[in-house]
Nanobody, 125 residues
Framework: QVQLVESGGGLVQAGGSLRLSCAAS????????MGWFRQAPGKEREFVAT????????DYEDSVKGRFTISRDNAKITVYLQMNSLKPEDAAVYYC??????????????????WGQGTQVTVFS
């Protein structure tokens, strides 16, 4: 049973923008902290952004601060990642994840129990 589904990835020129979406299948996910992670070929999975259950607290990896924004719409049980000023080094498979039963943000992938299938982001210069 797939419970998190990412969308919005694609091919974009450096300096451009994309908005990723992560739709959850159950309303229970509206109470869970969420995160975005990414993994590029040959590299380890990297934390990108996290948001607490009501959207009041967020945190970001340093390299994306000021460029990326995580948000959520709990009525739609959907989390977003707005990515602006994209750079080639942002290219990766992006995954959304949920902390089951946890409200607070976390930068640690091991704290997340549910993961989406990933969406590919390709940035060319």
């Amino acid at each position: 049973q797939v419970q998190l589904v990412e969308s919005g990835g694609g091919l974009v020129q450096a300096g451009g923008s994309l908005r990723l979406s992560c739709a959850a299948s159950r309303r229970t996910f509206s109470t869970f902290a969420m995160g975005w992670f990414r993994q590029a070929p040959g590299k380890e999975r990297e934390f990108v952004a996290t948001i607490n259950w009501n959207g009041g607290t967020t945190d970001y990896e340093d390299s994306v601060k000021g460029r990326f924004t995580i948000s959520r719409d709990n009525a739609k049980i959907t989390v977003y990642l707005q990515m602006n000023s994209l750079k080639p080094e942002d290219a990766a498979v992006y995954y959304c994840a949920a902390r089951y039963g946890r409200y607070a943000i976390s930068k640690e992938g091991n704290d997340y129990g549910y993961w989406g299938q990933g969406t590919q982001v390709t940035v060319f210069s």
